[in-house]
């Protein structure tokens, strides 16, 4: 069964990031929060490293997984993905260390940054104008500053929140970029990965992580990556994210900022219920 829930999620992170640009970590968290919790020897600052680690592991493989697909479309900006994506890997990388080496960010400060971008996402995806794809962002007309602030943002994001950065960057592309929806979320997706590799490179060999245990004896782990967990979410996510992406070619806009701010929703209750 745990096996079965395990490829579903996969399966369903790997279609969401591919049709709305969020890398899948709002399905991969719960889960894998849920999973580490159940183990009473972790403390909550393991089971934030644990849940971060795997999590940025998984946003990776969908990015990834995203950029192949976009090049085979035609679609992949690699000047725009480059500007946003080498300062979010900088802050990215830089935070990840931060939480590594200090016992500073609990579980309860984990839950509230998570549910602060998920707010920020909701307000957006409602209350946001609505552009036209052919419509010109507004980094054609002042440059890569912006990039450049959307980038360490987001690499904020993923280091603290274990998304994949796309929970806030589809709403800033939108909101300070001026982008279209569609381009918002291609976007995002494509920076994914360069937003991902450095703490996963940290998690998973840079780290003294406590060595699991379950009923069958040894877990197998690099550190922080538990591959018994990892690989059938990462299977689910290959096979699903470059089916998303197809669909979100054929989605109404509107539809998919219903399904973003109804996810978005969906994760913000169940957040508030964990933390009272």
Same mark, same amino acid.
């Given at each position: &069964?745990?096996?079965?829930?395990?490829?579903?999620?996969?399966?369903?992170?790997?279609?969401?990031?591919?049709?709305?640009?969020?890398? =899948?970590?709002?399905? *991969?968290?719960?889960?894998?929060?849920?999973? *580490?919790? !159940?183990?009473?020897?972790?403390? #909550?600052?393991?089971?934030?490293?644990?849940?971060?680690?795997?999590?940025?592991?998984?946003?990776?493989?969908?990015?990834?997984?995203?950029?192949?697909?976009?090049?085979?479309?035609?679609?992949?900006?690699?000047?725009?993905? @480059?500007?946003?994506?080498?300062?979010?890997? $900088?802050?990215?990388?830089?935070?990840?260390?931060?939480?590594? #080496?200090? #016992?500073?960010?609990?579980?309860?400060?984990?839950?509230?940054?998570?549910?602060?971008?998920?707010?920020?996402?909701?307000?957006?995806?409602? $209350?946001?104008?609505?552009?036209?794809?052919?419509?010109?962002?507004?980094?054609?007309?002042?440059?890569?500053?912006?990039?450049?602030?959307?980038?360490?943002?987001?690499?904020?994001?993923?280091?603290?929140? =274990?998304?994949?950065?796309?929970?806030?960057?589809?709403?800033?592309?939108? &909101?300070?970029?001026? &982008?279209? @929806?569609?381009?918002?979320?291609?976007? !995002?997706?494509?920076?994914?990965?360069?937003?991902?590799?450095?703490?996963?490179?940290?998690?998973?060999?840079?780290?003294?992580?406590?060595?699991?245990?379950?009923?069958? =004896?040894?877990?197998?782990?690099?550190?922080?990556?538990?591959?018994?967990?990892?690989?059938?979410?990462?299977?689910?996510?290959?096979?699903?994210?470059?089916?998303?992406?197809?669909?979100?070619?054929?989605?109404?806009?509107?539809?998919?900022?219903?399904?973003?701010?109804?996810?978005?929703? *969906?994760?913000?209750?169940?957040?508030?219920?964990?933390?009272?």
């Amino acid at each position: &069964m745990e096996l079965l829930i395990l490829l579903l999620s996969g399966c369903v992170g790997g279609f969401l990031a591919g049709l709305l640009g969020v890398g =899948g970590g709002l399905i *991969f968290i719960p889960i894998l929060t849920w999973l *580490f919790t !159940s183990d009473p020897s972790l403390t #909550n600052e393991d089971i934030v490293r644990f849940t971060l680690a795997n999590s940025i592991g998984l946003v990776f493989i969908s990015g990834t997984s995203g950029i192949y697909r976009q090049i085979k479309m035609g679609i992949y900006d690699l000047q725009k993905s @480059l500007t946003v994506g080498i300062p979010g890997a $900088f802050s990215a990388a830089i935070l990840s260390y931060a939480i590594q #080496n200090g #016992n500073w960010y609990s579980k309860e400060r984990f839950q509230w940054v998570f549910l602060a971008f998920v707010i920020i996402s909701i307000g957006n995806m409602i $209350f946001g104008k609505n552009r036209e794809e052919n419509e010109t962002d507004s980094t054609e007309k002042n440059g890569i500053a912006l990039r450049i602030l959307v980038g360490i943002l987001a690499g904020t994001v993923v280091s603290l929140s =274990g998304l994949g950065g796309g929970i806030i960057m589809v709403p800033l592309f939108r &909101m300070i970029l001026k &982008m279209p @929806l569609r381009k918002a979320t291609a976007l !995002s997706l494509s920076i994914v990965p360069l937003l991902s590799i450095f703490p996963i490179v940290q998690y998973s060999i840079g780290s003294d992580a406590p060595n699991l245990l379950d009923i069958h =004896g040894p877990i197998i782990q690099s550190e922080y990556i538990i591959w018994s967990y990892y690989l059938p979410m990462a299977i689910g996510v290959i096979i699903f994210s470059s089916f998303g992406q197809k669909t979100a070619q054929k989605t109404p806009v509107i539809l998919i900022r219903a399904i973003f701010a109804l996810l978005s929703a *969906f994760i913000l209750i169940k957040t508030l219920y964990e933390i009272f």
